[in-house]
């Protein structure tokens, strides 16, 4: 069976509403890694190098001396002592190329040797030889044989006769006997011929004269006896 049920309304309760307070948040900043920009460097002009030269000179108390130079065209350094020796060399640049000559001054001369000094040609031609001459033997002639066998004839009598002359000047009659038997007398010698010693001739005499001459007076004096 249907029960009518009557079930009492609830109070009604009216809520206003309230607001929310409104809460302001700060944004948080974000963060944003900038992306590398690539920028192409300008190209640096290079320095324009200007002509290199260099010089220098020394010199001692003993005379001895360097200097030099340098440059582009060319170049030279040189020595020297108190004595006049000189020894360096130079450098210089041609059509030709680059050339390094070094000399040298000193009691033997001058002397230079470089790669473009001129060089004499050399001669390999055989030395010429000189014919040998072999004489023939001289020979007289008859006329000059004759002469010379006169001469030598002539010659050796000479030299006999000269030899015999003295032998008799030695053992004459004068010597003593007895001495060479068959070239003296047998009778001995007079006596007399040694009895009277030889008178000397007496050369006259007469009185010393002294000469004196005075070669620089008060220094030296010169005598003279006549």
């Keep these: 069976a249907y029960v009518d049920v009557q079930v009492p309304a609830e109070p009604y309760i009216h809520v206003e509403p309230i607001a929310a307070p409104v809460v302001a948040y700060a944004a948080a900043p974000a963060a944003y890694a900038a992306a590398p920009v690539a920028y192409a460097a300008a190209p640096i002009a290079a320095p324009i190098a200007g002509p290199v030269s260099s010089q220098f000179q020394a010199q001692d108390e003993f005379g001895n001396v360097a200097y030099g130079y340098q440059n582009i065209n060319s170049a030279k350094q040189e020595q020297g002592n108190a004595y006049g020796g000189v020894t360096g060399s130079y450098t210089y640049a041609d059509e030709a190329g680059v050339h390094t000559v070094n000399y040298v001054a000193d009691d033997f001369g001058f002397r230079v040797a470089g790669d473009n000094l001129p060089v004499a040609p050399v001669y390999n031609a055989a030395l010429p030889v000189a014919p040998v001459h072999i004489a023939a033997p001289v020979v007289d002639t008859p006329e000059v044989a004759l002469a010379k066998e006169a001469f030598f004839a002539a010659f050796e009598a000479e030299a006999s006769r000269t030899k015999r002359s003295a032998q008799i000047g030695a053992f004459g009659p004068t010597a ?22 030889l008178a000397a001739a007496a050369a006259p005499s007469r009185e010393a004269i002294l000469t004196t001459i005075k070669l620089n007076p008060g220094h030296a004096v010169f005598y003279r006896v006549d």
């Design 176 to 197: 003593y006997a007895g001495l060479a038997h068959g070239l003296l007398p047998a009778a001995p010698v007079a006596a007399a011929a040694y009895a009277a010693p």
